[in-house]
């Protein structure tokens, strides 16, 4: 009987209660679509991290990261590679040769990481083809070819077709250096890497590396990038090769890269965050709706308790009503966030405007939103909790009403 009575109490007033519904369902709108867009612009930062620069696992010799010495190669390559090959949980991989050097131009120079790769290979575990803006791809059968980010290139005032000339270390630490000509620029959408970078193939950095009388001996190795099939079983194939490997070590990128973790746990609590702060703001509109019931109802609620309705049913009646009218707006507000964040999934969002600025924290310009459908639970039990916390107020001053008086009220 008490909830059909406070359900027919919200509609005494239809306009007041429509226009607190509406507030509730846009406000729950408000918050998924924030949380959607946080959660993307998270996992874009991650997925492009993943693509581009750390790959799921890195394999490198135990001191290389502390030393980053061109002697410190992975070893034994060839049984490695075909370990990884017969793993069914290992979709591709890529075996790099790294070097730190500096480019040079006829108009300046930069510190970079010379990154020799197999193109093929490196295709299959990044992004790179796919984000050359300007020249092509390695092009089979031609030597000392290099890629350059668009944003280095633009620094060092060079172009398609121009030459640059790398100087590094070589394998007997003697200064070294090689002509390459600009065959393809690419931008990652993550300025930072596109401007610490080249990459060369992983043969011509090899006959640079190794002293005129060793030039045909293999190319050193000192990383390799591997993605799994599944994410999640990151961790079991991680182990694994460390297990049939033991003198060399594996790190996932969570390892490699603590703050991708940290985003990470971030997107659990992001969507919490923006939940909180918006069902803070409705509280105070809850509370205002519901004592202006309260208040225009003195004599009603007086009439009850003189009659015999007592101060607790007078106080789980309010409730109800706050309850109940809080949850009117819940599945319009549910309906349009999950709308929103599953067309902004399949199309993205433009952000194109703020490129410059998105690129330099290693962001892309078209947000994919994204969202655990556990939100959807955590809005409909925020809601609940927020409309009785809103109730309590109100309620409480219905009770305080003395009969005599709330009758005789005008």
């Given at each position: ?279 803070l703001a409705l509280i105070f509109g ?89 939100v959807y639970w955590q809005t409909a ?30």
């Amino acid at each position: 009987m008490l909830p059909i009575l406070a359900w027919r109490n919200i509609w005494r007033n239809p306009t007041r209660s429509l226009v607190v519904i509406l507030a509730i369902s846009m406000g729950i709108w408000a918050a998924l679509f924030m949380s959607g867009f946080a959660t993307g612009m998270i996992r874009d930062y991650i997925d492009s991290n993943i693509s581009n620069v750390v790959g799921h696992i890195q394999i490198h010799h135990p001191d290389y990261a502390r030393e980053k010495d061109v002697r410190l190669q992975v070893d034994p390559l060839p049984g490695l590679e075909a370990f990884l090959a017969s793993q069914p949980q290992v979709r591709a991989y890529s075996a790099r040769t790294l070097a730190t050097g500096m480019v040079s131009t006829a108009n300046g120079s930069r510190g970079i990481l010379i990154q020799g790769v197999r193109p093929d290979q490196e295709a299959a575990v990044s992004n790179l083809r796919q984000n050359i803006r300007e020249g092509t791809y390695f092009e089979e059968g031609r030597k000392n070819q290099i890629l350059l980010g668009k944003s280095l290139a633009e620094k060092l005032h060079v172009k398609l077709r121009s030459k640059v000339v790398l100087t590094f270390q070589d394998l007997e630490g003697n200064i070294t250096n090689g002509a390459f000509r600009i065959v393809g620029l690419f931008h990652s959408g993550n300025t930072p890497f596109d401007e610490s970078r080249v990459l060369v193939q992983a043969g011509d950095l090899g006959r640079l590396l190794h002293p005129a009388n060793q030039s045909s001996m293999s190319d050193p190795v000192h990383e390799i990038t591997l993605l799994c099939r599944d994410p999640d079983s990151l961790l079991a194939v991680q182990k694994t090769l460390q297990s049939a490997f033991p003198r060399l070590l594996f790190e996932n990128y969570r390892e490699i890269a603590p703050e991708l973790e940290l985003y990470e746990s971030q997107m659990k609590s992001v969507s919490l965050i923006y939940l909180t702060i918006i069902m803070l703001a409705l509280i105070f509109g809850i509370i205002n709706t519901m004592m202006m019931a309260v208040l225009e109802r003195f004599r009603e609620l007086g009439m009850l308790m003189a009659i015999g309705m007592n101060k607790g049913r007078i106080f789980s009646m309010i409730v109800m009503e706050t309850v109940l009218l809080s949850l009117a707006g819940a599945p319009l507000g549910l309906l349009l966030g999950g709308l929103t964040i599953h067309y902004f999934k399949v199309k993205g969002l433009d952000l194109s405007a703020f490129a410059r600025s998105l690129n330099q924290y290693g962001m892309g310009t078209d947000i994919r939103f994204d969202a655990d459908p556990g939100v959807y639970w955590q809005t409909a039990i925020m809601l609940v909790v927020t409309a009785f916390l809103a109730s309590l107020y109100p309620a409480w001053k219905a009770i305080r009403l003395k009969p005599v008086e709330a009758i005789r009220k005008l």
